[in-house]
């Protein structure tokens, strides 16, 4: 079957891919950036084209701790073929235990602070750069655009040899950190490149919407490498092997394959199939005879006729501090481990203002990990959702809102939603050590009585008694809800949730909880304020320690990012008295401050303030 390039850019035909080869592999991994759980499922982690450089990118996908460098090294006319070669580097990560198969000079630029910075802009450091190579990818169109070739080319291992040794710069003596002869790279670079070429090419399947019909693999000899005074040497070797592995897609004969891309070097061995015959035992399970096959490319060709399907929303709620965001985090990573795609919409009290060039979103990203994307909300919430849909048509959606706010109301707003997701239910999290505050905040005894799912957490913090005194309150507050005692948020979702697959939203929950007699129907956070400190220089633990002991009863929640005199980072967590402070990720500190919420903060405004500039 030819190829059918339509696919790539629905609507508008690629023009004449052959006239730029290059720009082909771009479309393909422009289109799967469309459909994240599609872009998820198939292994990518992450894709950033260079500010720079037309045709690079730095790529992360699944399996690799890592970051791969792809850019367009070169294009040729070759008998009816054009032909991009793509260059391949494999940035490890500092703490990988691959780092150590890299050469010596490799593992120190690995240890520098800028390494991770200049990685991502890799092609404005050729030296650096040159040292995490490690093969090439190729793609080729024949001239009748009805065939495309995708291959990998890589040795099996790249061995540098260095002749003379390395001295310690900085020892008086001659003290070798690598002996004469002795190995100062051994690094499996196809292994690498291959986990790279297999995202591609199931991208390739992906995108054209259709496997391979040909595939050729053949091992030639390698070569091996030895450095020292007079250069660079490389001979060839019985201990490595330079493997090339191509796809072929469309209608290409094996002759026309084979021709244009093989290496000159002898073939020790090679394997061929061909369309109808079984896969290759070898690469029976490689995702690039499958990817056009995958499920959500139903909901993407719905998405081009214009009908949306409806992922299921899930409600969380919780008072300040209840373990919403514990309860959160095994959540999402159930979802992940299971392939699905999870929007987290949050509605935070105590939020910063936006930038302004996210003002045309109803919403603003606030992390996009692994399977997930946590957004703010920043507009109206139906806009929101169906901004949040539209880009990355999640499996599933949930809104977290904030710890004050009111969910009998928020089921009153999400009718109207209907048409766009599919209500699931309501959760919500108690915080079993701050069960009292429930006299003291009506929202707490209003969120109960909304839930469909309540989790009593921190169950640690309380006796047995006090548990079954509030267990018993709640079912006579909630008599519908499935109630789950636990500590730090931990529920297995699956006792908890439907898998997502109903069709029906769940109207019995919209019709029992929707009349609330007697309700004063305003939206209001029982008084609640927030106050947010920015702090831009370090503090001490002592002064620290000295406020979070000392705050006044009227703040509730403390949150926050504060770095510690000749410390780390850390995560400031503070519940009604409680408080933890625990180490914080310096790489993914963007701003320090700390969050308050309670009734009349002046106090502690001036409190934080003091702690700030001191
Ligand atoms: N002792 C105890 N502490 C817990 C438990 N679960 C969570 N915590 C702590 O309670 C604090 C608040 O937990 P989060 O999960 O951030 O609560 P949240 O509901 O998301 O808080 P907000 O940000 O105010 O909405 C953190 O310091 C947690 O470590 C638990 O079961 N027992």
């Known amino acids: 079957m030819k190829i059918n390039l339509s696919h790539i850019k629905p609507g508008v035909m690629v023009e004449h891919p052959a006239n730029d080869i290059g720009?082909?592999?771009?479309?393909?991994?422009?289109?799967?950036?469309?459909?994240?759980?599609?872009?998820?499922?198939?292994?990518?982690?992450?894709?950033?084209?260079?500010?720079?450089?037309?045709?690079?990118?730095?790529?992360?996908?699944?399996?690799?701790?890592?970051?791969?460098?792809?850019?367009?090294?070169?294009?040729?006319?070759?008998?009816?073929?054009?032909?991009?070669?793509?260059?391949?580097?494999?940035?490890?990560?500092?703490?990988?235990?691959?780092?150590?198969?890299?050469?010596?000079?490799?593992?120190?630029?690995?240890?520098?602070?800028?390494?991770?910075?200049?990685?991502?802009?890799?092609?404005?450091?050729?030296?650096m750069a040159a040292l995490f190579d490690v093969g090439n990818i190729l793609l080729a169109i024949n001239d009748a655009e009805s065939a495309i070739v995708l291959s990998v080319q890589a040795p099996s291992r790249h061995k540098i040899t260095s002749k003379?040794?390395?001295?310690?710069?900085?020892?008086?003596?001659?003290?070798?950190?690598?002996?004469?002869?002795?190995?100062?790279?051994?690094?499996?670079?196809?292994?690498?490149?291959?986990?790279?070429?297999?995202?591609?090419?199931?991208?390739?399947?992906?995108?054209?919407?259709?496997?391979?019909?040909?595939l050729i693999r053949e091992r030639h000899m390698g070569h091996s490498y030895c450095f020292g005074v007079d250069g660079l040497k490389r001979q060839p070797t019985h201990f490595?092997?330079?493997?090339?592995?191509?796809?072929?897609?469309?209608?290409?004969?094996?002759?026309?394959?084979s021709h244009n891309f093989n290496l000159d070097t002898p073939i020790k061995s090679s394997l061929q199939w061909q369309e109808g015959q079984p896969y290759p035992s070898i690469m029976r399970d490689v995702?690039?005879?499958?990817?056009?096959?995958?499920?959500?490319?139903?909901?993407?060709?719905?998405?081009?006729?214009?009908?949306?399907?409806?992922?299921?929303?899930?409600?969380?709620?919780?008072?300040?501090?209840?373990?919403?965001?514990?309860?959160?985090?095994?959540?999402?990573?159930?979802?992940?481990q299971r392939g699905r795609f999870v929007a987290v919409l949050q509605n935070e009290m105590g939020q910063v203002s936006l930038d302004g060039k996210l003002m045309d979103q109803s919403y603003s990203?606030?992390?996009?990990?692994?399977?997930?994307?946590?957004?703010?909300?920043?507009?109206?919430?139906?806009?929101?959702?169906?901004?949040?849909?539209?880009?990355f048509q999640p499996d599933v959606i949930v809104l977290e809102t904030s710890g004050a706010t009111n969910p009998l109301y928020l089921r009153e707003d999400l009718v109207p939603l209907s048409e766009i997701v599919r209500f699931d239910s309501v959760t919500i999290v108690v915080d079993a050590g701050q069960y009292r505050a429930i006299e003291q905040y009506d929202v707490i005894a209003d969120q109960?009585?909304?839930?469909?799912?309540?989790?009593?957490?921190?169950?640690?913090?309380?006796?047995?008694?006090?548990?079954?005194?509030?267990?018993?309150?709640?079912?006579?507050r909630n008599p519908h809800a499935k109630i789950y005692p636990t500590t730090q948020g931990y529920v297995n979702p699956r006792v908890i949730f439907s898998d997502g697959s109903e069709t029906s939203d769940k109207t019995r929950v919209d019709n029992q909880h929707s009349e609330e007699p007697n309700m004063p129907r305003k939206h209001h956070h029982d008084q609640?304020?927030?106050?947010?400190?920015?702090?831009?220089?370090?503090?001490?633990?002592?002064?620290?320690?000295?406020?979070?002991?000392?705050?006044?009863?009227?703040?509730?929640?403390?949150?926050?990012?504060?770095?510690?005199?000749?410390?780390?980072?850390?995560?400031?967590?503070?519940?009604?008295?409680d408080y933890q402070i625990n180490d914080f990720d310096s790489s993914m500190l963007e701003e320090q401050f700390l969050v308050a919420i309670g009734h009349d903060l002046t106090q502690v405004q001036l409190q934080l303030t003091q702690l700030a500039v001191v």
């Open 240 to 257: 490595v092997d330079d493997l090339t592995l191509s796809l072929g897609y469309g209608e290409i004969s094996m002759t026309d394959f």
């Open 365 to 391: 990203i606030t992390e996009l990990n692994e399977g997930t994307v946590c957004c703010s909300l920043a507009g109206e919430l139906r806009t929101a959702l169906g901004q949040i849909i539209s880009r």
């Open 287 to 336: 995702f690039w005879w499958n990817a056009h096959k995958i499920n959500d490319l139903k909901a993407y060709d719905k998405r081009m006729m214009g009908i949306e399907e409806r992922p299921p929303l899930y409600v969380i709620s919780g008072f300040l501090g209840s373990g919403k965001t514990s309860f959160l985090q095994h959540y999402l990573e159930h979802e992940v």
């Open 448 to 476: 109960i009585h909304a839930a469909d799912i309540i989790i009593v957490n921190k169950i640690d913090k309380v006796s047995e008694a006090i548990l079954q005194g509030i267990m018993t309150d709640l079912t006579k």
């Open 23 to 127: 720009e082909l592999l771009q479309h393909f991994l422009s289109l799967i950036q469309f459909v994240p759980i599609v872009r998820f499922t198939i292994g990518w982690r992450g894709m950033v084209p260079s500010t720079r450089y037309h045709h690079c990118w730095t790529l992360k996908i699944k399996g690799f701790q890592g970051v791969f460098g792809l850019c367009l090294a070169n294009t040729e006319i070759n008998n009816h073929w054009s032909q991009a070669t793509f260059r391949v580097c494999y940035f490890p990560d500092p703490d990988e235990s691959l780092v150590e198969r890299f050469s010596m000079a490799a593992v120190y630029y690995t240890q520098q602070d800028n390494y991770r910075e200049h990685c991502r802009e890799f092609l404005d450091y050729p030296e």
């Open 528 to 577: 609640l304020t927030s106050i947010k400190i920015p702090f831009d220089r370090a503090v001490r633990r002592g002064d620290l320690i000295d406020v979070l002991d000392t705050l006044p009863s009227n703040v509730f929640r403390l949150k926050g990012i504060v770095t510690l005199e000749s410390e780390r980072p850390v995560l400031v967590q503070y519940v009604a008295g």
């Open 164 to 214: 003379d040794g390395i001295v310690n710069p900085t020892s008086a003596t001659t003290e070798y950190l690598l002996a004469p002869d002795e190995l100062d790279q051994n690094l499996p670079s196809f292994v690498i490149v291959y986990g790279l070429f297999k995202v591609i090419a199931a991208t390739a399947t992906f995108s054209l919407q259709q496997s391979p019909s040909q």
